[in-house]
């Protein structure tokens, strides 16, 4: 069975840095699309950024264009996001989500979700 597994969530002052992975296990992962999103408390979880099976195509909401980035290295099973100047509305449960099939691009379905990393910036 598939299983996403978030990491790298922590606490860092604003303006700081924080690389987060999250690793596949179970089936093929070189043809899934990625996706990260985050929720904030008492907010709606919203899309982040995403990736195409290749690494090729990346995607981003507006808010973190320039300050995130998101890569994958399928060797390793494994998608990433490297968030920079962070900042207090960054505040969120991160999580990431395998499009199996790259229906759409970007991403509108998402098949699996992981269970989320914790990422608090204080300010």
């Known amino acids: 069975q598939v299983q996403l597994l978030e990491s790298g969530g922590g606490l860092v002052q604003e303006g700081g840095s924080l690389r987060l992975s999250c690793a596949a296990s179970?089936?093929?992962?070189?043809?899934?699309?990625m996706g990260w999103f985050r929720q904030a408390p008492g907010k709606e979880r919203e899309f982040v950024a995403a990736i195409n099976w290749s690494g090729r195509a990346t995607y981003y909401v507006d808010g973190v264009k320039g300050r995130f980035t998101i890569s994958r290295d399928n060797a390793k099973n494994t998608v990433y996001l490297q968030m920079n100047s962070l900042k207090p509305e960054d505040t969120a449960v991160y999580y990431c989500?395998?499009?199996?099939?790259?229906?759409?691009?970007?991403?509108?379905?998402?098949?699996?979700w992981g269970q989320g990393t914790q990422v608090t910036v204080s300010s």
């Open positions: 989500a395998a499009d199996y099939s790259c229906r759409s691009w970007p991403p509108e379905v998402y098949d699996l």
């Open positions: 179970g089936r093929t992962f070189s043809g899934y699309c």
